[in-house]
C-alpha cells in the first residue's frame, strides 16, 4: 500500500480511508485445529482445586487457542472455559448478555437461573440464556467440574460485552412464560399502536421505531438435557436402526436448530463393534465445531492432518471451512459437538458443502443438504 492509498478523514479523527479498488474477494481465514488433551484439562481442574476461594467464587480458566488475538478465545467466536466448585461452594451471581452451554464433566451441582434452579450431573447440559441472573452452588461433597461455552468473544469483539456482577442477595425477577398480549386500542408508543405500511410490491414495510425498541419477546427459559436419558433413545447396537447422532433442541431458537441462540449442540453416540472404515473426502461448513470426547477412541483428519482423540479430550475439529472428517475406533464413540450454527443462521452467513466437487448450500436461505439420516452409515 503506498502513501496515496491512504486518506485521512476529517480533522480531530483517527479514521482514515483505504482504496480497495479492484481488490478480488475476501476469502475464509480458518485457524488450525486444536486438541486439548483430557491429562491437559485434569492438570487444569487441579490447579483451579487449589488455593482459597476468590471473591466471586468463580474457579475458572479459559482454554485458548495460539491464534486467539483476544487471548480467551478457543475459537474466533467461542470461548471454552473449565469451572470448579469445591464442596459447598457458590459463586457470586451475575447477569450477561452472552447466553451459556454448560457440559458436566465430574461432579453435581446446581444451577439457578432466575426462579428455576437445576441439578446437573456429569455429562448433562444445561443451558443459561442471555441476561439472565445465575449462579452455580456445589451442596455436595464432592468436586464439582464442567465445561462452559459461550458467545463472548464475539461480543468482546463487537465491544458489546456486559457483564453485571450482582449483590449476593438478589431477588430473581418473574420468569416471562409467554408473549405478551397488546391492547391494540390503549393510547400508548408501543407495538399496539405503531404505524405500520407496506410500501413497495416487493414487500417492502415502513414501520414505527416501537417495533424495535418493544420486540416481541419470544420466552427462552434454561433447559437440562440429562445425559442417561439422551443416551437411552440413541443407539445401543450396530444397526438397531437408532440414530447415532442427535440434537439437543431448544424451541426457543425456532428455525435456527439451537439448544441456545448462539450454539447447536449435538450427542454422537456410535455403538462398540464398528468396522474401521477407510479414509476418504470431508466436508465442511462456516460454523465451527468443538467435540468433547466423552467415550471411546479414534481420530480426525483436518485439512489432511490426523488429530487422534480419546475420552476427555477437547477438539477444535472443524475451524471454519477447513475440510474435516472423523474415524472412530472399534471402542464406539461418545461425544457432544458444540457449534455456532444458530448465529450464523441468524446472520444468513451458514453454509455448506457436503461433497468438495459439489453445491456449496446456504443453509435456511435454499433447500439444503439432505440425503443422509446419520448415522451416515457408518455400520456398513
Known amino acids: 500500500m503506498t502513501a496515496t492509498d491512504v ?20 476469502r475464509p481465514t480458518p485457524w488450525a485445529p486444536l486438541r486439548v488433551t483430557a491429562a491437559e484439562i485434569a492438570e487444569t481442574v487441579e490447579h483451579l482445586s487449589r488455593g482459597a476461594r476468590p471473591d466471586n467464587g468463580r474457579r475458572a480458566a479459559a482454554l485458548v487457542h495460539p491464534e486467539s488475538t483476544t487471548g480467551r478465545s478457543f475459537s474466533p467466536g467461542v470461548e471454552v472455559v473449565v469451572e470448579v466448585l469445591l464442596p459447598g461452594e457458590s459463586t457470586t451471581p451475575v447477569r450477561r448478555n452472552s447466553s451459556l452451554v454448560q457440559i458436566g464433566v465430574e461432579g453435581t451441582g446446581s444451577v439457578e437461573v432466575g426462579r428455576t434452579s437445576l441439578t446437573m450431573g456429569a455429562r448433562d447440559v444445561v443451558t443459561v440464556p442471555s441476561m439472565r441472573p445465575h449462579r452455580f ?7 464439582w467440574v464442567r465445561l462452559s461455552y459461550s458467545n463472548a468473544p464475539l461480543l468482546d469483539f463487537l465491544g458489546t460485552h456486559y457483564v453485571e456482577q450482582l449483590d449476593s442477595a438478589w431477588s430473581p425477577g418473574v420468569p416471562l412464560d409467554g408473549p405478551i398480549d397488546m391492547d391494540e386500542s390503549a393510547e400508548v408508543a408501543d407495538r399496539g399502536s405503531a404505524p405500520d405500511h407496506e410500501i413497495s410490491p416487493t414487500g417492502a414495510r415502513l414501520r414505527g421505531y416501537e417495533y424495535l425498541v418493544d420486540i416481541e419477546p ?3 427459559q434454561p433447559l437440562h438435557w440429562p445425559y442417561e436419558t439422551a443416551r437411552g433413545l440413541m443407539a445401543q447396537t450396530l444397526g438397531d436402526g437408532r440414530r447415532t447422532i442427535m440434537a439437543l433442541y431448544n424451541t426457543a ?4 436448530q ?6 447447536f449442540v449435538t450427542l454422537s453416540r456410535i455403538p ?5 472404515r477407510a479414509e476418504g473426502p470431508g466436508h465442511r461448513h462456516s460454523s465451527v465445531a468443538i467435540n468433547y470426547h466423552v467415550e471411546g477412541t479414534g481420530y480426525s483428519v ?4 490426523r488429530i487422534e482423540f480419546g475420552p476427555g479430550d477437547l477438539l477444535l475439529s472443524a475451524p471454519s471451512w477447513r475440510e474435516h472428517a472423523h474415524y472412530p475406533s472399534e471402542s464406539g464413540l461418545t461425544v457432544y459437538t458444540v457449534q455456532d450454527h444458530p448465529q450464523h443462521i441468524g446472520m444468513e452467513s451458514l453454509i455448506w458443502q457436503e461433497d468438495l466437487d459439489g453445491p456449496i448450500f446456504a443453509l435456511g436461505l435454499e433447500k439444503g443438504q439432505t440425503g443422509y439420516t446419520a448415522p451416515r452409515n457408518w455400520d456398513d
Open 272 to 276: 462398540s463393534g464398528l468396522k474401521a
Open 137 to 143: 452452588a456445589n451442596p455436595s461433597d464432592r468436586r
Open 218 to 220: 419470544v420466552p427462552n
Open 253 to 256: 431458537t425456532e428455525r435456527r
Open 258 to 263: 439451537g439448544a441456545t441462540n448462539s450454539f
Open 7 to 26: 486518506h485521512r478523514l476529517a480533522a480531530g479523527t483517527a479514521g482514515h480511508t483505504v482504496d480497495i479498488t479492484g481488490q478480488g474477494p475476501a
Open 302 to 305: 483436518v485439512d489432511g492432518q
